[in-house]
């Protein structure tokens, strides 16, 4: 039975269908498993760079140039059944009042036509050109047949719970506020980006094609990652060298990606501070640089150390040999400092001290904050196995810097020989840039690979919405140009590495053809040839065949299925 059609799919989302499992897994750590540990202060290695590939035309042929004008190219997967329906559902998404109101009218369609007529109705036009298939099986054949045509996949999980506004609201604000605020009070000290407010609860609204988690219980987060499992195994067992993706805020309670973000801020914000002070406003993330001595005594007066202890921190192979200390030196000091039971002190620098951000932490929370860290723990494990990328898809700002930097933490301990885990790195934010060279820096030192996906973002209109209406600064880049600038700035970078030394892997998530012509320029003029499998080109199923399928001949493997379609180049 096809679950049913939800916002995503209506809204061009191409995402895999997987069946509900019929019972909710037991609400305890996943056998196996072990947290993920604290971020060590990596040693630098300065590694010698790999000699460079020939260039195109010497012992390697070039690729066959792209034309995304040649539509026979770009449909030839095709039937003519399929072009016409197409041709339809593409019409209907244009239709303003059509998507606005689709979670209404299909209801309206499912009690006058009846489960199984709607069911079929939908398998032949929504469902059918954006969803590959409810399982394993059912979306083999279209894996199959796009991977002759060089597409391959990317397999994501799509059905959403059928919540209405109140309850989804009801389940965010409850899920999000901690015990010692829901009895003491005191969540309004907190920042207000970083706690959840009644209006904005439902964070479905104004979203182009996410799916959206809402947590219910440790069970149900349990059965999300069983469902997470079994995409990994699909991809495995449907796609040579596939990708799967998820999303964190599926895996544990939303509370403490929360809290762990504004910790994470306070304490960057705090470096950018002391930065400022000597003299480094306005510079680049990484061309900040501390001098030691003064750190020290600034920390000493925080009572995060004394004067004896920071000289061992910034002496022999730890940081700050150069008498500096830099964002990613910063990093590592508070990495080495923090224990889990302890990642919620930041400092406060009104009062000198540093203050926890909650008054206290409950067994129980303790708890639910291990069983994520180990549920991503076993999704990582599995996917290393099978030789499937795991992608860990982008939220909302707010819950952003702690999503990013758990998925570092994953890369650090996954992706020592090949990029397993991929973060995602929206550039319509403003921080986008500092960001990516920032965690590109961190791979360079201590030697792994660096896997990303670069998108443009999903959440738009609903971050400055929230942004103006609780009153914070927009972290949105203010235009679009804005934001098509940071993609190619972030993606240039990203690029130049891979030409420095090979250990970079980056997904181009875009159906912006001017951003995959800018690609293929840059990767031609730096010697990244396709055969290395080092750049990745992505669209939803069922958009933009025109951009995906003309990729194919210059690509080594791709393919497209029930979640995302990926070129790989």
């Not at 399982?135 to 083999?140: P, S």
Request: proline share 5%; hydrophobic share 35%.
């Amino acid at each position: 039975m096809a679950p049913p059609l939800t916002t995503r799919a209506l809204c061009a989302a191409a995402r895999l269908g997987v069946p509900r499992s019929p019972r909710s897994a037991p609400a305890t750590a996943p056998r196996g498993a072990s947290p993920l540990p604290a971020a060590g202060s990596g040693a630098r290695q300065e590694l010698p760079p790999p000699p460079p590939p020939p260039p195109w035309g010497a012992e390697r042929d070039p690729p066959p140039a792209v034309d995304f004008g040649d539509t026979r190219e770009a449909f030839r997967s095709k039937s003519s059944a399929e072009l016409l329906r197409g041709l339809v559902v593409l019409g209907l998404c244009a239709v303003g009042p059509l998507v606005e109101h689709n979670r209404e009218l299909l209801r309206l369609c499912q009690r006058v036509l009846g489960r199984a007529l709607f069911e079929r109705l939908m398998k032949m036009t929504f469902y059918g050109q954006f969803v590959a298939g409810e399982d394993q099986e059912a979306i083999r054949p279209l894996i199959r047949r796009n991977r002759a045509f060089g597409v391959g996949a990317v397999l994501d999980y799509s059905v959403e719970e059928d919540l209405s506004a109140e309850e989804a609201e009801r389940q965010e604000l409850e899920s999000c506020t901690s015990a010692a605020e829901k009895e003491m009070g005191g969540a309004e000290q907190r920042e207000k980006q970083y706690r959840a407010h009644p209006g904005f609860g439902d964070r479905r609204g104004g979203v182009i094609s996410a799916r959206t988690y809402f947590y219910a219980d440790e069970a149900k987060c349990d059965q999300h990652m069983e469902t997470f499992l079994r995409c990994i195994d699909a991809s495995s067992g449907s796609s040579e060298d596939g990708f799967s993706a998820i999303k964190l805020t599926a895996l544990g309670r939303p509370q403490f990606l929360l809290q762990f973000s504004e910790v994470l801020v306070k304490w960057r914000r705090f470096f950018h501070q002391m930065a400022a002070e000597q003299g480094q406003a306005g510079r680049a993330a990484l061309e900040m640089r501390l001098e030691a001595e003064k750190l020290r005594e600034a920390l000493a007066n925080l009572g995060i150390a004394t004067k004896a202890e920071t000289q061992r921190w910034f002496t022999g192979e730890n940081v700050g040999i150069s008498g500096t200390v830099d964002l990613l030196d910063w990093n590592s000091l508070i990495d080495s400092r923090t224990k889990l039971s302890k990642l919620l002190l930041v400092p406060n620098m009104q009062t000198g001290q540093l203050e926890p951000l909650l008054s206290r932490f409950t067994e129980e929370e303790d708890l639910q904050m291990k069983r994520m860290l180990q549920r991503m723990d076993v999704l990582a494990k599995r996917a290393t196995e099978a030789g499937v990328r795991l992608m860990v898809d982008a939220e909302q700002s707010y819950f952003q810097p702690a999503i990013s930097r758990l998925t570092l933490e994953m890369q650090r301990r996954f992706n020592r020989d090949r990029a397993i885990i991929f973060n995602t790195y929206q550039c319509y934010l403003k921080e986008a840039y500092d960001n990516v060279t920032v965690d590109v820096e961190l791979s360079r030192r201590e030697g792994w690979h660096f896997g990303t996906k670069l998108v443009r973002g999903a959440y738009m209109d609903q971050e400055r919405e929230r942004a103006a209406q609780i009153g914070y600064e927009d972290p949105i880049n203010p235009t679009y140009e804005k934001t098509n600038e940071m993609y190619h700035r972030c993606l240039d970078y990203i690029l130049e590495e891979i030409k420095h030394s090979r250990k970079a892997n980056v997904m181009v998530a875009s159906h912006n053809e001017d951003t995959v012509k800018f690609t293929l320029r840059r990767m031609m003029e730096l010697g990244i040839h396709p055969s290395e499998k080092k750049v990745y080109f992505g669209q939803l199923l069922g958009m933009c065949d025109q951009i995906t399928f003309p990729l194919a001949p210059r690509c080594s493997c791709a393919a497209q299925d029930g979640g995302n379609k990926e070129a790989s180049v």
